[in-house]
């Protein structure tokens, strides 16, 4: 209900009405005196009963009036904030909404508040480019003065506020990252993940910038590493300053014996492949932890040998002495110097690799690239996106990609990923059956920022790493 009705007859009236009432009673139900028979109507006894049947007229005429006007005085009271007697169909001023219980607000940018049900927002008729319930936000999509900027196609750590007073552009950028689409690295922060730079020892500097990739550079000489705090050259000891002999390479506070079976310069410790198909290919070697691996890719093969299958990386004959040759599963078990005591990795060797470097570096869960980048060369043009690891333990890493050899007709071969993963074959595979015989890879890939086990079929082609047992 939205409106009430009341009586509201006036006294006057009332008494009024009453006094005709009497009359029309007396008018109509009391009997006149009858005359004697023998009477005779004179013109002055006419008069005075035309006189008396006028009055009882206008007394009646008066109660019907009166009558009438009691009527006419039946008032429509609104509910609540309803307006607009009888109807009640609008608000009072300054209220909208369907129960007219909104209070409107102070309009700005040319909005004004209709008081009305149908009014559902608040201020209506903002200026171009305003919006919201008091027409002091941009439209979705805009910001800055007079909502005149377009939002960036996309923030990708932040957000676009849309409101006049946002001059920026993406606001709220997340942790390590800064500009109009929080899209570059705050000052502090480094890498393609804007990750926070480590406290750089030895005269090194961490520039902001996602085009830095290492952490700390510019180290003094004789220094290296992601905070410029291990011994380079092969050298060890306070300040470094200590020299391996031959036959020795440096663990930063000793040095290691060069393993058996090697043969080794002054400071670095090399295996030569002698074998038939081993073009004399030097392989540097380094104890990283408890385990001894070759710091290079297999390159071992002939074109002719069937029991060897295998592929120059990215179909280039211009790799294989950087990145080595990629092989099936099959082959890849073969190519390792066993008779030298070398062999093809387990998932354990990896895995133990992957955690010795994450403890040395102190590297969390949340340090996705921490490893990663420790392992992986640090040359600028081998990886997409002039990306450099730190290549702190020798392992070097590089990004052969692979070669994906499909099983069914319809499915497409081809060389993949080459400048921005890697792929080491490990010795596990699964047996699912004739078509589906899944091997086990060690993957570097710049997509993950860290390496992981990962499976494959086991006819694809990816390079090999040897280790060789203390």
Request: proline share 4%; with cysteine; aromatic share 12%.
């Amino acid at each position: 209900m939205r409106m009430i009705l009341k009586s509201c007859l006036l006294t006057a009236t009332l008494l009024a009405v009453g006094c005709s009432n009497n009359v029309g009673s007396e008018n109509e139900n009391t009997a006149k005196p009858a005359k004697p028979a023998d009477s005779v109507d004179t013109p002055t006894d006419a008069a005075s009963d035309a006189a008396s049947d006028a009055a009882s007229d206008a007394a009646s005429d008066a109660a019907s009036d009166a009558a009438s006007d009691a009527a006419s005085d039946e008032e429509v009271v609104c509910e609540g904030n309803f307006a607009n007697q009888p109807a009640c169909d609008q608000c009072i001023t300054g209220f909208y909404g369907e129960n007219c219980e909104e209070i409107c607000p102070i309009c700005q940018n040319g909005g004004s508040c209709e008081a009305s049900p149908s009014n559902t927002t608040g201020c209506t008729g903002c200026d171009s480019g305003f919006d919201g319930a008091d027409c002091s936000a941009c439209v979705v999509g805009h910001y800055g003065e007079n909502c005149s900027k377009t939002c960036p196609a996309t923030c990708a750590h932040g957000i676009c506020i849309n409101n006049p007073l946002n001059l920026k552009g993406c606001t709220d950028c997340e942790g390590g990252w800064t500009g109009e689409e929080c899209n570059e690295c705050a000052e502090g922060y480094y890498g393609p993940d804007c990750i926070k730079c480590p406290e750089c020892g030895h005269g090194g500097t961490c520039a902001t910038g996602k085009d830095n990739t290492v952490g700390c550079s510019n180290c003094a000489e004789g220094w290296t590493g992601k905070n410029c705090n291990v011994c380079a050259n092969g050298n060890y000891g306070p300040e470094c300053s200590l020299e391996c002999p031959s036959g020795y390479y440096s663990n930063d506070v000793g040095c290691n014996e060069c393993v058996k079976g090697s043969n080794y310069d002054a400071k670095i410790c090399k295996y030569v492949d002698t074998r038939a198909d081993g073009h004399n290919m030097e392989y540097p070697i380094y104890k990283i932890g408890r385990q001894f691996w070759m710091g290079k890719s297999m390159a071992y093969g002939n074109p002719v040998d069937e029991e060897i299958l295998w592929l120059y990386p990215n179909d280039d004959s211009g790799t294989w002495k950087t990145y080595g040759f990629l092989y099936d599963w099959d082959s890849a078990k073969k190519v390792c110097p066993t008779e030298d005591g070398w062999r093809l990795p387990t998932d354990d060797d990896y895995e133990e690799l992957d955690k010795y470097v994450d403890e040395q570096g102190q590297y969390d869960a949340m340090n996705l690239e921490g490893a990663f980048l420790d392992l992986i060369s640090d040359g600028a043009s081998e990886w997409d996106y002039k990306r450099r690891g730190r290549d702190v333990y020798g392992f070097k890493a590089l990004p052969s990609g692979i070669y994906e050899k499909m099983l069914f007709d319809g499915d497409d071969d081809g060389y993949k990923y080459f400048g921005h993963s890697t792929y080491f074959w490990t010795s596990k595979r699964d047996y699912v059956n004739q078509y589906f015989q899944i091997g086990y890879v060690y993957v570097y890939t710049l997509s993950g920022g860290r390496a992981n086990i990962s499976s494959i079929y086991w006819s694809r082609y990816a390079s090999v790493r040897c280790i060789k047992d203390l």
